[in-house]
């Protein structure tokens, strides 16, 4: 149980537990509030049309069913619910995780090549949003250090219009996932992948702030060359910035090891500790506070006329309401169309929204299952789609889950999603009034504040794991990350994905056939280790091949060869062309060829393809097999004698 969380929550997303029954939601009183227990699934109301997997009544009831206002506004249901007591929570959870996202924003606008600006643009459309459309009460939507990371190859100060137009492009894709029901296909990108790509992003924007907190001017984006322009140019490092960037990453980390400190429940904590608990939940406003005041009064008293590196000057007032560029914009009185701005994003439009999605989704399970409530996939998707389309009119760049403030927003005791609507008030009057102070924030506190919050995205448990358990995905892992430095994050992810696909089909170009041999090699069993599939067609011909080679160099004749199917659980139309030409060769050697076991499917395919494998002969078991009579010159009827139990697992001397 988190500590700082007290034992039985009260939430209209999330019940207080019965005393009758403790430890465990009633059913009744769960299903009343809108959510079901896991080992539940939701009761069908009259009409519904339910679309687990589309089943029996197709694509037309998956459509009806996404389009039921009940299923799709899921603030309907907790809402009927709502107290001052969840009220009073919210408005102390949604002002906590403001004082987060204020700025981290405007430091991970910074990563993406965007003005300051921009990042609290990206922070207050999103939870509104998702207020409405969320499942999750802990979510919190807005942009993160490694969406930023990938959307700096496409934006910039000069151009933001490519990261707007990614907004609208990512939310349509989500939105589009959800509403055809495509979630599945996340399945594809394994987790060594998606921990080596965190892995590999979190190097490169920790080192990416190393400019900024040194001071250092540094032009190259990808990691080498960064790493060779701030060596060669370190004799100009800015010592007012490098001091305050330190002593800010110093107070940032010592605060991150209190607030892991072991805590009472807030309930129980003395006043001390929940000071300790304030200071550190804020820990990134109250630092980036206290070094933009020290940076005014020396710029005020005449300290350090070098100065410090500023953030500048930052727009104020409520960012301006257009569509997104879908007709292109102009720069410098010269048009940029549409099609030259596809051009220049290309992957773009499939990285961005995938990996909105990953981050999301994942946050989402993780919190629902700490705290003991049950989320929508598909709804998910659908929320942080039409937060990306909505933010898209307001000059936001592509937002997603933030792992930091959706802990922050868990540990603040949030009720319902109505706490984001609050985080969103604030932001929207830190713009209003708060814009003109922003000019004093050094850029080296920022630096420090994304350092000390991405160091950790850096899973080397993870590296270690996978060394004692499965090496093929340690090797996943480290090339994801290693070609995440090497070239750049989208290409890293990129080449990641591909390497897992083709390490995860190999094995379907490799039959793994096993066979035995008995009665002095006039018989021989074989069987698959899994499903047979275009792939291994030709390898399957040739090991036959092999077989029959072996036999004759053996001198054995070869009278009846019995295929094993019952590991096969699939088998296409080209490897029945290939058996079927394996029992042809069998033919002209004087054997024969017949099968065994097998699931209903697969023998079914087996023998409807009559036309290419005419000759299919199929028996429940190796017994039946083995007694029918064969042809004159095979006439002895063989059985298997107790001596002669076939077990493949001590064979391994006959492992193709």
Same mark, same amino acid.
């Not at 500048?312 to 309401?321: L, N, T």
């Given at each position: 149980?988190?500590?700082?969380?007290?034992?039985?929550?009260?939430?209209?997303?999330?019940?207080?537990?019965?005393?009758?029954?403790?430890?465990?939601?009633?059913?009744?009183?769960?299903?009343?509030?809108?959510?079901?227990?896991?080992?539940?699934?939701?009761?069908?109301?009259?009409?519904?049309?339910?679309?687990?997997?589309?089943?029996? %009544?197709?694509?037309?009831?998956?459509?009806?069913?996404?389009?039921?206002?009940?299923?799709?506004?899921?603030?309907?249901?907790?809402?009927?619910?709502?107290?001052?007591?969840?009220?009073? %929570?919210?408005?102390?959870?949604?002002?906590?995780?403001?004082?987060?996202?204020?700025?981290?924003?405007?430091? !991970?606008?910074?990563?993406?090549?965007?003005?300051?600006?921009?990042?609290? !643009?990206?922070?207050?459309?999103?939870?509104?949003?998702?207020?409405?459309?969320?499942?999750?009460?802990?979510?919190?939507?807005?942009?993160?250090?490694?969406?930023?990371?990938?959307?700096?190859?496409?934006?910039?100060?000069?151009?933001?219009?490519?990261?707007?137009?990614?907004?609208?492009?990512?939310?349509?894709?989500?939105?589009?996932?959800?509403?055809?029901?495509?979630?599945?296909?996340?399945? &594809?990108? /394994?987790?060594?992948?998606?921990?080596?790509?965190?892995?590999?992003?979190?190097?490169?924007?920790?080192?990416?702030?190393?400019?900024?907190?040194?001071?250092?001017?540094?032009?190259? /984006?990808?990691?080498?060359?960064?790493?060779?322009?701030?060596?060669?140019?370190?004799?100009?490092?800015?010592?007012?910035?490098?001091?305050?960037?330190?002593?800010?990453?110093?107070?940032?980390?010592?605060?991150?090891?209190?607030?892991?400190?072991?805590?009472?429940?807030?309930?129980?904590?003395?006043?001390?500790?929940?000071?300790?608990?304030?200071?550190?939940?804020?820990?990134?406003?109250?630092?980036?506070?206290?070094?933009?005041?020290?940076?005014?009064?020396?710029?005020?008293?005449?300290?350090?006329?070098?100065?410090?590196?500023?953030?500048?000057?930052?727009?104020?007032?409520?960012?301006?309401?257009?569509?997104?560029?879908?007709?292109?914009?102009?720069?410098?009185?010269?048009?940029?169309?549409?099609?030259?701005?596809?051009?220049?994003?290309?992957?773009?439009?499939?990285?961005?929204?995938?990996?909105?999605?990953?981050?999301?989704?994942?946050?989402?399970?993780?919190?629902?299952?700490?705290?003991?409530?049950?989320?929508?996939?598909?709804?998910?998707?659908?929320?942080?789609?039409?937060?990306?389309?909505?933010?898209? &009119?307001?000059?936001? !760049?592509?937002?997603?889950?933030?792992?930091?403030?959706?802990?922050?927003?868990?540990?603040?005791?949030?009720?319902?999603?109505?706490?984001?609507?609050?985080?969103?008030?604030?932001?929207?009057?830190?713009?209003?009034?708060?814009?003109?102070?922003?000019?004093?924030?050094?850029?080296?506190?920022?630096?420090?504040?994304?350092?000390?919050?991405?160091?950790?995205?850096?899973?080397?448990?993870?590296? %270690?794991?996978?060394?004692?358990?499965?090496?093929?995905?340690?090797?996943?892992?480290?090339?994801?990350?290693?070609?995440?430095?090497?070239?750049?994050?989208?290409?890293?992810?990129?080449?990641?994905?591909?390497?897992?696909?083709?390490?995860?089909?190999?094995?379907?170009?490799?039959?793994?056939?096993?066979?035995? /041999?008995?009665?002095?090699?006039?018989?021989?069993?074989?069987? &698959?280790?899994?499903?047979?599939?275009?792939?291994?067609?030709?390898?399957?011909?040739?090991?036959?091949?092999?077989?029959?080679?072996?036999?004759?160099?053996?001198?054995?004749?070869?009278?009846?060869?019995?295929?094993?199917?019952?590991?096969?659980?699939?088998?296409?139309?080209?490897?029945?062309?290939?058996?079927?030409?394996?029992?042809?060769?069998?033919?002209?050697?004087?054997?024969?060829?017949?099968?065994?076991?097998?699931?209903?499917?697969?023998?079914?395919?087996?023998? %409807?393809?009559?036309?290419?494998?005419?000759?299919?002969?199929?028996?429940?078991?190796?017994?039946?097999?083995?007694?029918?009579?064969?042809?004159?010159?095979?006439?002895?009827?063989?059985?298997?004698?107790?001596?002669?139990?076939?077990?493949?697992?001590?064979?391994?001397?006959?492992?193709?």
């Amino acid at each position: 149980a988190d500590p700082l969380v007290p034992a039985a929550r009260t939430s209209p997303m999330a019940p207080e537990l019965p005393q009758s029954h403790p430890g465990r939601l009633d059913g009744d009183e769960a299903r009343e509030m809108g959510i079901f227990l896991k080992e539940e699934t939701p009761p069908l109301d009259d009409g519904d049309m339910s679309c687990a997997s589309c089943g029996p %009544r197709g694509l037309r009831s998956c459509c009806l069913d996404f389009c039921d206002p009940r299923s799709r506004l899921p603030c309907l249901k907790w809402m009927r619910n709502y107290s001052l007591e969840f009220l009073t %929570r919210d408005v102390l959870a949604g002002i906590t995780v403001a004082l987060t996202v204020i700025p981290q924003g405007m430091a !991970y606008a910074l990563v993406a090549g965007l003005p300051p600006v921009y990042g609290l !643009y990206s922070s207050f459309v999103g939870p509104v949003v998702y207020m409405a459309l969320g499942t999750s009460k802990d979510v919190t939507l807005g942009p993160t250090a490694v969406m930023s990371l990938i959307l700096s190859a496409y934006a910039s100060s000069t151009h933001p219009e490519y990261a707007v137009l990614l907004t609208f492009t990512s939310g349509l894709v989500q939105t589009l996932v959800a509403v055809l029901q495509l979630g599945f296909l996340l399945n &594809f990108v /394994s987790h060594p992948v998606i921990s080596g790509f965190t892995s590999g992003a979190a190097v490169l924007i920790a080192f990416g702030q190393v400019k900024d907190l040194t001071g250092i001017h540094v032009t190259e /984006s990808h990691l080498i060359p960064q790493i060779i322009q701030t060596v060669q140019n370190v004799s100009t490092v800015n010592l007012a910035d490098l001091i305050l960037g330190l002593v800010c990453l110093v107070v940032l980390l010592v605060l991150r090891q209190l607030k892991g400190a072991d805590l009472l429940p807030k309930d129980s904590m003395t006043v001390a500790q929940k000071v300790r608990w304030l200071l550190c939940t804020a820990s990134n406003a109250i630092v980036v506070i206290a070094a933009s005041l020290f940076v005014f009064v020396t710029i005020q008293l005449g300290w350090l006329p070098g100065g410090f590196t500023l953030v500048g000057h930052v727009d104020s007032g409520f960012p301006p309401v257009s569509l997104p560029p879908l007709g292109g914009f102009t720069h410098n009185a010269t048009l940029i169309p549409l099609t030259d701005m596809a051009a220049d994003i290309k992957a773009g439009f499939v990285i961005v929204p995938l990996l909105g999605i990953l981050e999301s989704i994942a946050i989402a399970k993780a919190f629902s299952r700490k705290n003991r409530y049950r989320i929508d996939p598909t709804q998910e998707l659908l929320a942080m789609g039409a937060a990306n389309l909505a933010s898209s &009119f307001f000059q936001s !760049y592509a937002i997603t889950g933030s792992f930091s403030r959706t802990a922050v927003n868990s540990q603040s005791n949030v009720a319902t999603p109505f706490g984001g609507v609050f985080t969103s008030l604030i932001v929207v009057l830190s713009l209003l009034f708060l814009a003109p102070a922003f000019q004093y924030i050094p850029k080296s506190s920022l630096g420090a504040l994304i350092i000390a919050a991405i160091i950790f995205n850096f899973d080397y448990r993870l590296f %270690r794991q996978l060394w004692k358990v499965r090496k093929v995905d340690l090797f996943c892992m480290a090339f994801t990350c290693v070609m995440c430095w090497v070239t750049n994050a989208e290409t890293g992810i990129i080449s990641g994905i591909a390497v897992s696909l083709l390490l995860s089909l190999a094995p379907l170009a490799s039959p793994n056939m096993q066979h035995r /041999s008995f009665r002095r090699g006039r018989v021989l069993l074989v069987k &698959f280790a899994h499903g047979l599939s275009f792939p291994a067609s030709e390898i399957i011909v040739d090991q036959f091949s092999q077989l029959i080679s072996d036999s004759k160099r053996n001198k054995t004749r070869l009278e009846h060869v019995i295929v094993d199917l019952g590991n096969v659980w699939q088998i296409d139309f080209a490897t029945v062309a290939c058996l079927a030409e394996v029992e042809l060769l069998l033919r002209l050697e004087g054997a024969e060829m017949t099968f065994i076991q097998g699931s209903h499917p697969v023998v079914q395919t087996l023998r %409807r393809a009559d036309d290419v494998f005419p000759n299919f002969t199929h028996f429940p078991t190796l017994e039946e097999a083995l007694a029918v009579p064969r042809t004159p010159a095979r006439l002895e009827t063989l059985e298997l004698g107790d001596d002669e139990d076939i077990d493949f697992a001590d064979e391994a001397e006959d492992t193709v």
